[in-house]
């Protein structure tokens, strides 16, 4: 058995390996070279791994016997009709940015407005981070946007196929609702990919600069002397190191410790520290150190409804790849190896339309809207029509319950315990689906995995062709919005976009962090990333996370007067 090995202390610790974490480690290091860093990552190592360099393995990291991924069960909700919602994080150096489905979009500048204007925290305005996400890519797609980055580490292009369902949507979606246009940004038609990870800003680090990673290591809690955080206790993660000691590790921090677990583990280093709220401090048998009870509240993430349709069979879709058929992988495995390209080059996500309705349309909403396993399915070829919720109403918590690094927390999703989400859902349906019966390969509903209309209904699954582009819309019963708000019960889900449980926002208004990463009621204890965010994002969180990694490595940079980050 060996271990990772480490040193007794270092002038930083960062509690989590992913990408907020690497991206500001590895600018440290790449800056200041002698400044000794520590990467503490839960999970296992990643480099050079086919399942986390081809976009097509996404789906390989959600068995339950993965070790790059952790299963968050959150408690059954009556919400969702007793269910249990799932939602993975990724466990593993570079977090879920080596395990996502590697598609890359940025935020609206407005959701980084809010966070500077709403929730005041000068310096995090779209000015201030829209430049640092510039400086983290090189966009191939359109290497003079003037928005975009083109000497950054992170490539970003289209993936290495594109799907007959893609194409007939780009071409069908400005025609069906022509007042939205076909782009790459803001409320359009468009599609991205990427083709690079943000963990490779900490491998390419070791060994010449005083960065050092050690994987495997769960962090327990954050040492404290007189209210100034020193260190960290940690244990090696049995699942990663099975024939580990469950011995607790001690490591010094000379300068300062930065939580950078998660929207699920920051919180959770933070109550095993005695940060938090008192009373689920106390019922977890910790001894409270500072009163704080934004911790592990606020959690978010985007609602997403996904409903599979039947597709052409003469058409080439993702089905034998997805459901592990041995020549279609071996094709796939071959074309990789060949050029880079085929299905495993690309994630199944070929096309997305971002759309905020329009004032007309949110008559359609309903007064609840505003405030006061693959082997069950038939060898037929299938689309998928998704849609999610860009800014939820709906809100969940996180916590520990007891000092335990491997027990699992007491987890509130929050799906759908706000009204306004039911209504945006089903808007979301109806308008997903009226895209997707235009679609030249559309050969009808699937009725296991859809909403139970009655038979007389107008908007049953009667519909097995394609339908004229200027048919009318389908007209929705009272009825049969109970069949689809019932079916989103059963099956919405996660899109993987956990954020807001450790927000920066002001301490009287339940955040966690000031605007300089701060936690409150502390020195040297800082949090960066995904957990930080006050409120939602119009996008993929991953570039969020990069962002939140480049300003926490400026942050700190300007604090212990290093240059060049």
């Known amino acids: 058995m060996v271990l990772p090995t480490f040193n007794p202390e270092y002038d930083i610790i960062f509690v989590g390996g992913g990408a907020s974490a690497g991206v500001a480690a590895g600018r440290l290091a790449a800056a200041a070279p002698k400044l000794r860093i520590l990467l503490l990552e839960a999970g296992p190592l990643t480099k050079d791994m086919p399942e986390h360099v081809q976009p ?39 977090g ?46 359109d290497p003079s946007a003037p928005t975009h980055g083109s000497s950054g580490p992170l490539k970003v292009s289209y993936g290495g196929f594109f799907s007959e369902a893609g194409k007939q949507f780009l ?33 390419n680090q070791i060994g010449s600069t005083g960065l050092d990673l050690v994987h495997g290591g769960r962090v327990k809690r954050v040492l404290f002397e007189d209210k100034t955080a020193t260190g960290v206790e940690f244990v090696f993660d049995n699942r990663v190191h099975p024939e580990a000691p469950q011995d607790l590790y001690t490591v010094r921090a000379t300068k300062l410790v930065v939580v950078a677990a998660g929207a ?53 879709t993702y089905d034998l790849l997805f459901k592990g058929d041995v020549a279609e992988w071996t094709k796939e495995l071959t074309q990789w190896a060949t050029d880079g390209t085929g299905k495993l080059g690309a994630n199944g996500v070929d096309a997305a339309v971002k759309v905020r309705p329009f004032e007309d349309e949110l008559k359609e909403f309903a007064p609840e809207f505003f405030p006061t396993d693959q082997t069950g399915f038939p060898p037929l070829k299938f689309i998928c029509g998704g849609y999610h919720l860009a800014y939820p109403a709906s809100r969940g918590s996180v916590h520990i319950v007891d000092d335990n690094v491997y027990t699992p927390q007491d987890f509130d999703a929050g799906f759908l315990n706000h009204p306004a989400d039911v209504a945006a859902l089903r808007w979301g349906y109806k308008k997903s689906r009226e895209f997707v019966r235009r679609l030249p390969l559309f050969r009808g509903a699937f009725p296991p995995v859809a909403p139970a209309f009655a038979e007389d209904s107008s908007a049953s699954l009667k519909d097995t062709t394609t339908v004229d582009l200027d048919a009318p819309n389908l007209v929705y019963s009272a009825e049969d919005d109970k069949a689809i708000d019932e079916f ?46 006050p409120s939602n994002v ?6 969020t996370a990069l962002a939140i990694g480049e300003k926490a490595a400026l942050i700190i940079a300007e604090e212990l007067r290093i240059t060049g980050v």
């Open 96 to 141: 879920g940015s080596s395990v996502n489905f590697v598609l890359y979009n940025r935020p609206s500048a407005s959701d980084f407005d809010d966070w500077a204007n709403e929730y005041n925290n000068p310096g995090w305005n779209s000015q201030e981070l829209i430049p640092l996400l510039q400086k983290v890519e090189t966009y191939e797609i």
């Open 171 to 203: 071409d069908i979606g400005p025609k069906y609702d022509k007042r939205r246009v076909l782009g790459q940004d803001g409320n359009a038609c468009g599609v991205s990919s990427i083709n690079t990870f943000a963990h490779h800003f900490v491998y």
């Open 264 to 316: 699920f583990g920051s919180p959770g280093v933070l109550e095993r520290s005695g940060i938090g709220a008192p009373e689920i401090l106390k019922a977890a048998g910790i001894t409270p150190l500072v009163d704080l009870p934004g911790v592990g509240a606020n959690y978010q993430d985007h609602l997403f409804g996904v409903v599979p349709y039947i597709s052409d069979p003469e058409v080439e």
């Open 488 to 533: 989103h019960q059963k099956f919405v889900a996660t899109t993987w976009h956990s954020l807001g449980t450790c927000a920066m926002k002001p301490r009287q208004d339940g955040g966690v962090v000031d605007s300089r990463l701060n936690v409150y009621g502390v020195k040297n204890l800082k949090v960066a990333d995904i957990s930080i965010p």
């Open 56 to 94: 097509g393995r996404y789906i390989t990291h959600l068995v339950p016997t993965t070790t790059t991924i952790t299963h968050n069960v959150a408690k059954p909700s009556e919400h969702l009709g007793g269910r249990s919602a799932i939602i993975q994080s990724g466990r593993c150096v570079g």
């Open 538 to 543: 119009n996008s993929n969180t991953y570039s």
